[in-house]
């Protein structure tokens, strides 16, 4: 089964500084990774996503991630916080292999950005 | 294009009731997931939809229903109301004939349980 792991709850950086925003997945197979963003009392905004190819995908408002195949992780970056890029992070996997769930997206708990000014 | 939309945005009911979530995806979006989220859970599939067809299901009780009509619009009924279905519930579309395609969310029905 695929599985989606989010390890910090919450990350702060002050406005200027470079972000990371970790994620780590499980799955049987080559995975298919996307990043969401939530605002409050908002729904989900796509970012950006792995599919094949070059290991960084470049994405919405500056964000980028790096697709690791060997550590399994999928880390999204952005190289200077903007205070407005506070909100819900969200890591999520689909695993074109596991049968009927394939199309299925399996989410992170999420992780908290506060751009401090 | 519009984006997807979901109706009521917000609705309070009391334990033992039954409720009707609507959602209309994108135009030209075959495919329309349900997700429940909590504070606790997180984000967690309930299931998704593509021409008409339930497609996959998450591990939630037969109380949750859904369905597809013909123009691709979703809906998604919980019947005897709980109160741990008080939750943000979240419709995602998508083109839905590849893996890879993204989801496409609604701003969510946020549902209170008295």
């Known amino acids: 089964a695929q599985s989606v792991a989010q390890p910090e709850d919450q990350v702060n950086v002050a406005e200027g500084n470079p972000l990371t925003v970790k994620c780590t997945y499980s799955v049987s197979g080559n995975p298919y990774l996307f990043w969401y963003v939530q605002y409050p009392n908002r729904g989900l905004q796509f970012l950006l996503k792995?599919?094949?190819?070059?290991?960084l995908v470049k994405g919405s408002y500056g964000f980028e991630a790096e697709f690791n195949k060997s550590q399994t992780s999928f880390h999204l970056k952005k190289p200077s916080a903007l205070v407005s890029d506070s909100a819900l992070y969200f890591c999520a996997v689909r695993d074109p292999y596991s049968g009927a769930g394939s199309y299925q997206l399996t989410f992170g708990k999420g992780t908290k950005l506060s751009v401090i000014p | 294009k519009a984006g997807v939309t979901q109706t009521p945005r917000y609705l309070i009911k009391t334990r033992g009731q039954q409720v009707t979530l609507s959602c209309s995806p994108i135009?030209?979006?075959?495919?329309v997931s349900w997700y429940q989220q909590t504070p606790g859970q997180g984000l967690q599939f309930l299931f998704e939809?593509?021409?008409?067809?339930?497609?996959n299901k998450g591990n939630f009780p037969g109380r949750f229903s859904g369905r597809q009509f013909s123009n691709s619009r979703s809906e998604m009924n919980v019947s005897t109301l709980e109160l741990g279905d008080s939750a943000l519930y979240l419709c995602?579309?998508?083109?839905?004939?590849?893996?890879?395609?993204?989801?496409?969310f609604g701003p969510g029905t946020r549902l209170t349980v008295l």
């Open positions: 135009s030209g979006h075959r495919s």
């Open positions: 939809y593509f021409s008409e067809t339930q497609r």
């Open positions: 995602a579309s998508s083109e839905g004939g590849s893996f890879y395609n993204e989801q496409f």
């Open positions: 792995y599919i094949t190819g070059d290991n």
